[in-house]
């Protein structure tokens, strides 16, 4: 997570991401039940995103991490009980190995005593004391460990971004000649409705920080696992694209029965499972898996963190009534589903949506093709270039089961 300002649950999600909500309620109409025409279900891992790294040396291939707490933290005992307990369980390399990492090194937990830092800019200058000099009290800074500060509940922080810090996220930062990773926890009870519980929420943040810490330790200077491939950059728009957050908008983000461990864990992301078709998401898997996948045929260009990136979307004119085509695929046992779509830009706040559609009507089964009609209203200036906006499908089986989420693109 590059960022954190704050926690959406209706699942567990972490900070600067979207919350799940209601197709547009403007639209109506659709197909009768049943879809088009069923085909032979596509395959779906040709379909799906994959990670991709920047520079795959950049990770921290043997990784140690530190436990940071203060002295008044009533949550102190399982955050030094959870970091052991990850790194005996397979679960570590399940979700980690993947990409070059190697077993997890617990290093001696570290106590602070008097208020909690602040800001982001606090916790660098404990990094840059502690660390720094000839006699570093945390001993000599190393590029293989990331230094995980947790907050007691309900701290007030300003994040890196200048926001109030509700949930996780985590960053880098120079002392001497070492790039020093380092992750913030800065948990608040106001983020954590029934059932999910506030050490659920801090053990996810715990986790979810750690993976990506590791596989992407130090994006400011040189970028790991912290993207995905140029035809589906939308989903690093909506969920910031490390191999946490990859996973973090699922209705199965939690993994609660990881080998061998008591504690909540993050699910992750796997580029092996995504290209197999199957649950990309590390962990208690949906199975059999399935989405509804649009075809993306045209050539856009969007601002993605700060740059402008080339990727695939469906150009339709503004105020112009267009179709995508969606395709229904995965395993077969799948199904029968109901699918909607939703204007991503709802989610982070705007005030109406930038895109109306008028949703699929009936059931439809692995194979189906629907005709999705969309009327572009206005564009994303987030997204910037080719005046793009994202959105969402939601797959939901009728039977019962996790709804599944792919992304997409209408530009202009």
């Known amino acids: 997570m ?22 547009d309620s403007n639209s109506g109409g659709g197909h009768d039940a049943g879809g088009d025409a069923a085909t032979a279900p596509l395959a779906l891992g040709a379909l799906m995103p994959q990670a991709v790294a920047g520079d795959a040396h950049a990770i921290m291939a043997t990784p140690t991490v530190v436990a940071i707490t203060y002295d008044n933290d009533p949550q102190r005992g399982d955050v030094e009980a959870f970091f052991p307990q990850l790194a005996a369980s397979s679960a570590w ?35 840059a004391t502690n660390l720094g000099g000839a006699s570093p009290a945390w001993g000599a800074p190393s590029e293989n460990t990331l230094y995980s500060f947790t907050l007691p509940i309900d701290s007030t922080f300003t994040d890196d971004l200048g926001q109030s810090c509700c949930g996780g996220y985590h960053d880098d ?37 750690l993976v990506e810490g590791v596989t992407d330790p130090r994006y400011e200077h040189d970028y790991a696992w912290g ?15 490390e191999l946490a957050d990859l996973c973090e908008l699922n209705d199965t983000t939690l993994w609660s029965d990881a080998p061998n461990m008591a504690y909540t864990i993050s699910r992750a992301w796997s580029n092996a499972a995504a290209l197999a078709g199957t649950d990309p998401c590390v ?44 395709h229904v695929a995965g395993a077969a046992g799948a199904g029968p589903f109901q699918v909607s779509a939703a204007d991503v830009a709802t989610f982070f706040g705007a005030p109406m949506p930038y895109l109306v559609f008028t949703q699929p009507a009936g059931t439809y089964a692995l194979g189906d093709t629907i ?15 080719s005046g793009a906006e994202a959105f969402e499908l939601a797959t939901r089986p009728v039977n019962g089961g996790p709804t599944t989420y792919f992304y997409g693109l209408i530009g202009q």
């Not at 969007?302 to 995508?324: C, D, E, Q, R, Y």
């Open 173 to 209: 930062v120079t002392i001497g000649t070492t790039d020093v990773a380092y992750s913030l926890q800065c948990p608040c009870t106001n983020a954590f409705p029934p059932p999910t519980t506030a050490l659920q929420a801090l053990t996810f943040a715990l986790s979810h920080e």
């Open 371 to 385: 005709e999705l009609q969309v009327t572009p209203k206005g564009a994303d200036a987030g997204l910037g270039g």
């Open 2 to 23: 590059r960022s954190s300002t704050a926690w959406w649950f209706g699942v567990v999600v972490a900070c600067s991401s979207p919350a799940h909500v209601a197709p």
């Open 93 to 127: 390399l399940a979700e980690t190995a993947e990409y070059g990492i190697g077993p997890l090194t617990v290093g001696t937990p570290i106590h602070l005593s008097g208020s909690a830092a602040p800001t982001d800019g606090a916790i660098r200058q404990l990094l």
């Open 283 to 326: 962990g208690a898997p949906t199975a059999p898996y399935y989405q509804t996948v649009p075809d993306q045929p045209d050539s856009l260009e969007i601002s993605l963190f700060g740059g402008t990136v080339a990727t695939k979307g469906t150009k339709i004119p503004l105020s112009t009534t267009g179709t995508v085509t969606l």
């Open 227 to 241: 993207g995905v491939d140029d035809a589906h950059q939308v989903w690093s728009y909506v969920t910031d694209g």
